[in-house]
Every structure is written in structure tokens, then in C-alpha cells.
């Protein structure tokens, strides 16, 4: 008989198609211009907000192609899956660095197709097409920090 693996709790539930939008906004970022995935987020139903540490503000172009390759991703219907592994197994490219100090032996990846890997205990859909679209409301730089503001709209 398998057996569930034990995990710390999560301390909140976020709406699950804005923190799968999240995932796929880092893992822009991430490719995009080689920063970390974002240190402070808010995620919420009506809108969020991600702080990005770069070494300048994007420009409106970039900003409009951020917009344009999330999109992009979310329109290709990717499943999202779940995995659990042993902290000694996880594969080199999944940071954890944002890990509570308390953090389980045990750790849940989230999958986003072949676009997106991270260790995770938020709630997630099941594939992209049920996101929406991802539109881009503000932004704005405040010494090396960008701040993004995102909504989803329902299709």
C-alpha cells in the first residue's frame, strides 16, 4: 500500500489559475533576462503583484513581450502535474531557496508541461486552458526593484 507522503502545511489558498499564471510569469522572467523567480508576491483573484530583483527597468517593449510569451504559454494547454521527491533527488534546475527553514524532507514539484518545474505547496488547474488570459496592469521600478502588477481574464 502506498503511502501519502507528509508535507508542512500551506498557509493560505490562493485562486488557482492566478498562482499557475505565477508560475509561468517567473519562468518568463527567469528565461527573459536571467533574474531569480520573484521574492515577494501577492496573489490574489481580482489582481496580483510580483517584485522582480534586476539591474534595470524593463522597457515597454519587454514588457509587452512578458505579457505576449505568458500568453503564449497558457495558450498552449499544458498539463500541469504534481510529483513528490526526496530532497536529495530534486532536480538541479528547482531553487529552493525560497523554502521555509522547516521545510518537510519530502517536497511537491509542480510541473507546467516542458515549460515550468518548481517545489510547491499552492494550489494549481489542472492545464493551462483553464488560466484565461494574462494582461499586465502596471509596473514600476523602485531602486533595482520591479514591481509587476497582472489580472487574468476569463475567456
Known amino acids: 500500500m502506498k503511502q501519502e507522503p507528509i508535507l508542512n502545511d500551506h498557509n493560505k489558498q490562493e485562486y488557482p ?3 499557475t499564471a505565477e508560475h509561468i510569469l ?3 522572467m527567469v528565461r527573459m533576462f536571467g533574474c531569480p523567480r520573484s521574492r515577494n508576491a501577492h496573489i490574489e483573484r481580482k489582481k496580483s503583484k510580483c517584485d522582480y530583483q534586476l ?7 519587454q514588457v509587452a513581450e512578458i505579457e505576449a510569451r505568458v500568453n503564449e504559454v497558457i495558450n498552449r494547454h499544458l498539463d500541469v502535474s504534481v510529483e513528490f521527491v526526496d530532497r536529495s533527488n530534486v532536480p538541479p534546475e528547482v531553487d ?13 514539484l509542480v510541473r507546467i508541461g516542458d515549460y515550468d518545474l518548481c517545489a510547491c505547496a499552492g494550489t494549481h488547474v489542472r492545464n493551462t486552458a483553464e488560466i484565461g ?20 481574464i476569463e475567456q
Open 96 to 108: 529552493l531557496s525560497k523554502l521555509p527553514d522547516d521545510a518537510s524532507e519530502t517536497l511537491r
Open 55 to 61: 539591474n534595470s527597468m524593463p522597457t515597454e517593449q
Open 26 to 28: 517567473n519562468q518568463t
Open 17 to 19: 489559475p492566478m498562482h
Open 133 to 152: 488570459s494574462f494582461k499586465i496592469i502596471s509596473h514600476d521600478w523602485n531602486n533595482g526593484t520591479w514591481r509587476l502588477r497582472f489580472k487574468l
